[in-house]
């Protein structure tokens, strides 16, 4: 006698997807969920709603399973195919840097027949609200992805948008949370060792670096390649040579007074910002010292301050519009559903030698 064996779980759900009705053949919905999760639809619609009443180990179960079943919301499937708003969140002032990047963000949106939502955040600060409440809230502004200039978001920020499916593109990042998180950036590394090398060829051997916060992955990146240049040359690095704190002018202020106050200065200072290359400027300034005869300064940026300061900075360029355009064009690819060639971008930066070098005053 044949035997009756209940089908598994599995096999129900692929049998749900196949009947649901016009639905595309594969597409998981809430039933999908609900039922590998063996809960209720309205259970798991609290979950993407950011309810509190459900217990934490049935959400942290429905959470994983949308994960897995790349669930993917109507809002979002909306929002890549009718006229997408990409959301541009900008960490700290509207500066010149800020500034070059939200003009190539606004003209890529443009040409790609998108709009595009400026907001902004105070430097250290996370979006306000909870993480799921913050992605609901775009999710259900029909908002077609999110880019985040230089600002680190936490893992429950990143989690929460996946599971609105909500795309994220972080540019220039702080930081990366997680290694799966798509970026945009540029050539950090090699624009720090090309401009040491610069300096060097002048005939610089004390050469300070003043760079933006200690954990940001493109200021250790400017200073690794800082660093591996004097290595190049032969030359130790000097530890009292190097200051980080932040991409400011009053950074660059406070760091270039400790610097051209000690008893053996450097000749030259790499600034990684234009700004904080600014600040060291005037910090030689008020000391009576002449830029670049008896110090040379560098940049990092090449944004109009670098072109307008009286002399102009020798700077390392990136190319801040460019990065804009390939942060939308990212953005929209990943909410359209296409396959990114690759989810980190380094766009090539470029040494612009101007008139803040020179060699070395005997």
């Known amino acids: 006698m044949r035997r009756h064996h209940p089908r598994p779980k599995e096999a129900l759900l692929t049998a749900s997807q196949r009947s649901a009705g016009?639905?595309?053949?594969?597409?998981?919905?809430?039933?999908?969920?609900?039922a590998s999760a063996g809960v209720s639809v309205a259970t798991v619609s609290k979950v993407l709603n950011g309810r509190e009443d459900v217990a934490p180990d049935t959400r942290a179960l429905i959470e994983d399973l949308l994960r897995r079943h790349a669930y993917v919301s109507p809002t979002a499937r909306r929002s890549s195919t009718t006229g997408a708003t990409v959301e541009l969140i900008v960490h700290g002032e509207f500066g010149a840097y800020a500034t070059q990047v939200i003009e190539g963000v606004v003209r890529a949106c443009e040409e790609?027949?998108?709009?595009?939502?400026?907001?902004q955040l105070g430097e250290d600060r996370l979006p306000a609200g909870s993480p799921e409440g913050w992605a609901r809230r775009l999710a259900s502004s029909g908002r077609a992805g999110v880019i985040?200039?230089?600002?680190?978001?936490?893992?429950?920020?990143?989690?929460?948008?996946?599971?609105?499916?909500?795309?994220?593109?972080?540019?220039?990042?702080?930081s990366l949370p997680r290694v799966e998180v798509t970026s945009v950036g540029s050539t950090n590394f090699a624009g720090g060792l090309a401009v040491t090398q610069h300096l060097l060829a002048l005939g610089h051997r004390r050469i300070g670096y003043v760079g933006g916060p200690p954990g940001s992955g493109c200021n250790q990146a400017r200073l690794h390649g800082y660093r591996a240049a004097l290595e190049n040359a032969g030359i130790p690095a000097d530890p009292v040579l190097v200051h980080n704190e932040h991409f400011r002018y009053d950074a660059g202020v406070r760091a270039g007074a400790l610097l051209l106050d000690l008893t053996d200065p450097p000749t030259a200072v790499v600034g990684g910002s234009d700004t904080i290359a600014l600040g060291v400027v005037e910090a030689a300034r008020m000391r009576g010292l002449r830029v670049p005869a008896e110090l040379s300064v560098t940049g990092f940026d090449d944004t109009e301050l670098a072109r307008m300061a009286s002399p102009?900075?020798?700077?390392?360029?990136?190319?801040?519009?460019?990065?804009g355009r390939v942060a939308v064009k990212t953005v929209l690819q990943m909410a359209a559903g296409e396959t990114l060639d690759s989810h980190h971008v380094e766009l090539a930066t470029e040494l612009v030698v101007r008139s803040t070098t020179a060699p070395p005053a005997r």
């Open 22 to 34: 016009g639905r595309q053949a594969g597409r998981t919905t809430l039933a999908t969920i609900a």
């Open 112 to 119: 790609a027949g998108a709009a595009v939502v400026v907001s």
């Open 312 to 323: 102009p900075l020798t700077v390392v360029r990136q190319p801040l519009r460019e990065m």
């Open 148 to 174: 985040v200039v230089t600002g680190a978001l936490t893992s429950a920020h990143i989690d929460a948008l996946a599971l609105t499916e909500v795309p994220l593109v972080v540019l220039d990042p702080m």
